[in-house]
């Protein structure tokens, strides 16, 4: 039966015979391209994808690793920074020595203190923070060295809300006289129990949310 076939087409004119060459051979191309070479050539790039992706992670890394030392210094610095800030910040049993020497260096410095209110205390992550209304009237220049007093101080205080209203105007070249008011914040270092008292209600927020059973939906 294949003899017969191959003197047939044997027998069939030059023209069908080349069509015949061109149709096999296209199929083959076919084939080859389907189950070869597209598979091959996709796995081909999903490697060199791969390969891209992997060398840039591979720089990153390197990047990371070659600038180590300085983001180590960088972060002792930030740390040395931290404890030095915090050395600055008084316990809670020198509170009122600091409210006292407040107080002490705005008569000194010539002000009238109307007002010397202290507010609630709020906990911060490593601090506690505690704001004081201060009215007074004075002159504009007493008012400066207040200021500067305070900054002198071991401790940090910052002065927000400054209000001065009234100007009283020159008389006889005496100073300007005001009436003001201003809000000055006092920082201290947080206790031990406070520390673990504010890790602890941290911890149990992140608990609670992470806990948190959802909602079922009633049809």
């Not at 027998?11 to 083959?28: D, G, N, Y």
């Amino acid at each position: 039966m294949a003899s017969a076939f191959i003197e047939r087409f044997l027998e069939r004119p030059k023209s069908h015979k080349v069509l015949f060459w061109i149709a096999s051979l296209a199929f083959l191309i076919f084939v080859f391209w389907q189950y070869l070479y597209s598979p091959v050539s996709e796995k081909k790039a999903k490697l060199e994808g791969d390969k891209e992706s992997l060398n840039k992670q591979i720089s990153a890394e390197r990047l990371v690793v070659r600038n180590l030392p300085k983001f180590r210094e960088e972060v002792k610095a930030l740390e040395s920074l931290r404890e030095m800030a915090l050395n600055q910040l008084p316990y809670k049993r020198d509170m009122d020595g600091l409210l006292s020497s407040v107080t002490s260096l705005a008569k000194d410095s010539g002000l009238e203190v109307i007002r010397f209110a202290p507010g609630n205390e709020e906990i911060r992550d490593i601090y506690a923070e505690r704001p004081i209304q201060l009215d007074f009237t004075g002159s504009f220049q007493q008012l400066m060295t207040f200021f500067d007093e305070l900054s002198r101080l071991s401790r940090i205080i910052s002065v927000t809300g400054i209000n001065l209203k009234n100007p009283k105007g020159y008389q006889e070249e005496v100073q300007v006289g005001i009436d003001g008011s201003c809000k000055l914040l006092i920082y201290r270092q947080l206790e031990e129990d406070e520390r673990i008292d504010t890790g602890s209600k941290e911890e149990d927020k992140f608990k609670r949310g992470k806990g948190k059973a959802p909602a079922v939906k009633r049809k």
